[in-house]
């Protein structure tokens, strides 16, 4: 059995900035808590929310690492007390409460998933983060129905490529929006019915079109500032429009009449301030609903580029240019 260092390489950060501020060190390694396993990372998912807490905005919660990375894979290294579902040698995929860029990490053990079957080790880091924020937002927060039209904003980024599959295989008809021709094609063929070419399409006169008039039942929101009103324009009768970032800004003006008259709900939320409770919750569901279609190929991590972990500001700018399709990963 592999034996535990008393040291780990890690990336962690000078201090908020730019890429520039990420830095290779070494650290003690973490032993388990109670209910916690020790991971021996594999890979490590990269995402915008480590963008944003490498800028500064975006703090980790009270009491949790402040080394980035918040989904990973790989195998149990050791296991806390009352762990009785794995042991060590297990190999799993989990949603992490931060530490994920480093060659350790602890966290429940209620929050770890297996790999789903003709997944490897590291391509299974590319699902638990993108999957359980697609589930709590579209089908919990959004109540997306079989038959309802959902529109995407982001469609070729990590979050997009798994909602567009999600809510295809629950029976949605699905809209999307990106920033490239090539973007476009790629969300087609993976299941989106339209995809919008933002830069050269206006997006609300295009979804009108496609609803006859009458607009989606819900909206998957990553852009925010001016994208809200625009969205609310094509949002049905009781549509839902949920939003799960702010690309361009937290802040807008906003005419609630029409809000009102047409009895529509804005909502929205985040993952990693969530109970550990609530998150142990999401995983069983999407353990039980979505790891059989991963199993049978319906649904597919998209896998832009691998990063080693040493190259973790370079993973971070390719994110920032957002020329990426699907998931940025780090392989440590």
């Excluded at 949790?64 to 290294?77: I, K, P, Q, R, Y």
């Excluded at 530490?99 to 699902?127: N, Q, R, W």
Aim: charged residues 20%.
């Amino acid at each position: 059995m592999h034996s535990i260092p008393d040291q780990m390489r890690v990336i962690s950060m000078s201090g908020p900035g730019g890429p520039e501020v990420l830095q290779a060190e070494s650290r003690p390694v973490p032993r388990p808590a109670k209910g916690e396993v020790l991971i021996r990372l594999r890979a490590s998912g990269v995402n915008r929310p480590d963008l944003l807490q490498r800028a500064g905005a975006y703090p980790p919660p009270t009491g949790a690492t402040d080394l980035l990375g918040l989904e990973g894979s790989g195998e149990v290294a050791a296991i806390g007390e009352g762990v009785e579902n794995l042991a060590v040698g297990d190999q799993v995929c989990a949603l992490l409460p931060g530490g994920g860029y480093a060659e350790y990490c602890v966290t429940p053990a209620s929050h770890c998933l297996p790999i789903p079957p003709g997944f490897d080790l590291v391509t299974a880091a590319a699902l638990p983060e993108t999957i359980l924020t697609v589930w709590a937002n579209v089908i919990e927060g959004g109540n997306l129905e079989p038959g309802e039209t959902i529109l995407i904003h982001g469609g070729s980024s990590g979050i997009g490529v798994m909602a567009i599959q999600i809510a295809r295989n629950h029976g949605a008809r699905v809209i999307v929006t990106a920033g490239s021709e090539e973007k476009c094609r790629f969300c087609e063929a993976l299941g989106a019915d339209r995809a919008i070419n933002y830069k050269q399409e206006d997006f609300v006169a295009v979804v009108k079109s496609l609803t006859d008039g009458k607009g989606v039942n819900l909206v998957l929101d990553m852009v925010g500032g001016d994208y809200i009103e625009k969205n609310l324009r094509v949002l049905a009768v009781e549509g839902r429009h949920v939003s799960i970032a702010f690309l361009n800004g937290s802040k807008m003006m906003l005419n609630l009449a029409p809000v009102m008259m047409r009895r529509q709900v804005l909502t929205g939320s985040t993952l990693r301030i969530r109970s550990d409770a609530e998150k142990a919750r999401l995983v069983e569901a999407v353990r039980l609903a979505v790891w059989p279609q991963l199993a049978t190929g319906a649904i597919k991590a998209v896998i832009h580029q691998t990063f080693p972990l040493s190259a973790a500001a370079d993973a971070h700018r390719m994110m920032e240019k957002s020329q990426h399709i699907g998931k940025i990963l780090l392989e440590i």
